[in-house]
């Protein structure tokens, strides 16, 4: 199994920054992609960004691309997202993600990130 902690998280204004961070423990080398999912209230978890760890390419939802940017560093077991030029409708709880080489999915708690004026 494969523990994710989520971090960052919090209140900024339209047009700020913020950067969130990842942490990975357990069987880190069972570990094939890592993402950031984002869920705001009455609506569906949607992918944001995503990793691969074998190759290291990315994925991004056509809503952040040019402002999010998302990075692993293996030494330390850990996935960040920056975020830059910060909307209102990006208020979510955003989630860290893992993907196993068998196929399982483990969440972590999510963090609150909060973009208003």
């Known amino acids: 199994q494969v523990q994710l902690v989520e971090s960052g998280g919090g209140l900024v204004q339209p047009g700020g920054s913020l950067g969130l961070s990842c942490a990975a423990s357990g069987r880190i080398s069972s570990i094939y992609a890592m993402g950031w999912h984002r869920q705001a209230p009455g609506q569906e978890r949607e992918l944001v960004a995503e990793?691969?760890?074998?190759?290291?390419?990315?994925n991004y939802a056509d809503s952040v691309k040019g402002r999010f940017t998302i990075s692993r560093d293996k030494a330390k077991n850990t996935m960040y997202q920056q975020m830059n030029n910060l909307r209102p409708e990006d208020t979510d709880v955003f989630y860290c993600?893992?993907?196993?080489?068998?196929?399982?999915?483990?969440w972590g708690q999510g963090t609150e990130v909060t973009v208003s004026s």
């Open positions: 993600r893992d993907t196993i080489y068998k196929g399982t999915t483990d």
């Open positions: 990793v691969w760890t074998t190759n290291s390419n990315t």
